[in-house]
């Protein structure tokens, strides 16, 4: 369960078809299963009462009930009910790296239940992405998370991106979606391997998705892994996957006070990308008041101003990216050393 929508996220399906890797030798894993996911649940309750006693009940009722319920009798009696229900709504809970759990409410959950739900859900992603990034790291690979609204053109910019870097480096995708193959059969048009994920009713990527993924990608010191997101501003903010950054791609068809209105995310990035430049000219967006309203979510945020179509600006994340990578493959060697 999405500990900030309640999204259901058990039906995962990873394909595991990744084609072609983009350097020679490098050998993908042709396997496709469903993973279920070790997620705590909580749920709501409803209960339907027809009933017509001809007796009275008084019943006090603290609920914390994980279930649905319906009562049909056919009897004669009248029912006094006393629930007492704690709903909280204004309040807010940190996670260890500060930020706020959302905290999603259910009928008849309190918010102390709701909070140690999410904590369970959160503490138990948190152990996957620190396995995953210690696999990572010590194979050498640097590992970027690209999150965005739907529509920013994160498939875009991977596909340059992949087309500029695939004779530097190795390369190897992880998409996510709720549905279909589309955005990997695009990466794997390029000769890069790309395994695709699909969340079906989830709206975000997990650890423990990524990494049943990750045996099913080639890991090559000194290479770059792209996991590609579900498009979704909200709930990838609150979920670790093991990478080294996070990478905001915001557009600028999307409204420069985006950041504003979405903090959780620009806070979690380490990088912004705000991608379609080349649209500048025929709309009314301000570049600039967009960096200083991400600024002010995040002061140590990283920008830059990109476009995937034209190619503007993208020199200098494929930059950023190599020197990165490199870092990354030196550790690796060092601490193999």
Not at 24 to 43: K, M, S
Not at 45 to 61: L, M, T, V
Not at 114 to 129: C, F, G, Q, T
Not at 247 to 258: I, N, P, Q
Request: charged share 20%.
């Amino acid at each position: 369960m999405c500990s900030v929508c309640g999204c259901a996220t058990d039906a995962a399906r990873i394909d595991g078809h990744v084609g072609e890797p983009a350097n020679a030798g490098a050998q993908g894993h042709d396997h496709g299963h469903d993973h279920p996911h070790d997620h705590g649940h909580g749920h709501g309750h409803g209960h339907g009462h027809g009933h017509g006693h001809g007796h009275g009940h008084e019943h006090e009722h603290e609920h914390e009930h994980e279930h649905e319920h319906e009562h049909e009798h056919e009897h004669e009696h009248e029912h006094e009910h006393e629930h007492e229900h704690e709903h909280e709504h204004e309040h807010e809970h940190r996670h260890g790296d500060g930020r706020a759990l959302h905290g999603v409410h259910a009928p008849g959950v309190s918010a102390e239940r709701m909070v140690s739900i999410e904590r369970d859900i959160l503490s138990k992603n948190n152990a996957y992405a620190a396995a995953n990034r210690a696999r990572l790291r010590e194979a050498g690979v640097f590992a970027l998370n690209l999150v965005s609204s739907p529509g920013s053109g994160k498939t875009s910019l991977l596909v340059r991106t992949i087309e500029a870097l695939r004779e530097r480096l190795p390369i190897a995708v992880i998409e996510g979606d709720q549905q279909t193959s589309n955005d990997a059969q695009r990466i794997r048009a390029t000769g890069a391997p790309a395994l695709q994920i699909n969340t079906g009713r989830g709206c975000h990527l997990d650890a423990h998705m990524i990494a049943h993924a990750l045996d099913g990608v080639p890991l090559e010191r000194g290479g770059v892994l792209f996991i590609e997101n579900v498009g979704n501003l909200v709930c990838p903010a609150s979920f670790d996957l093991g990478e080294a950054h996070k990478v905001a791609v915001l557009s600028t068809t999307e409204g420069e006070d985006k950041p504003l209105k979405y903090p959780d995310m620009f806070a979690a990035a380490d990088l912004m990308l705000l991608n379609k430049s080349d649209l500048l000219p025929h709309l009314e967006f301000d570049a600039q008041a967009c960096m200083v309203n991400a600024l002010r979510v995040n002061p140590r945020l990283q920008t830059m101003v990109v476009s995937a179509r034209s190619g503007e600006g993208m020199q200098a994340f494929y930059d950023w990216i190599l020197a990165r990578a490199s870092a990354a493959a030196a550790a690796a060697a060092a601490a193999a050393a």
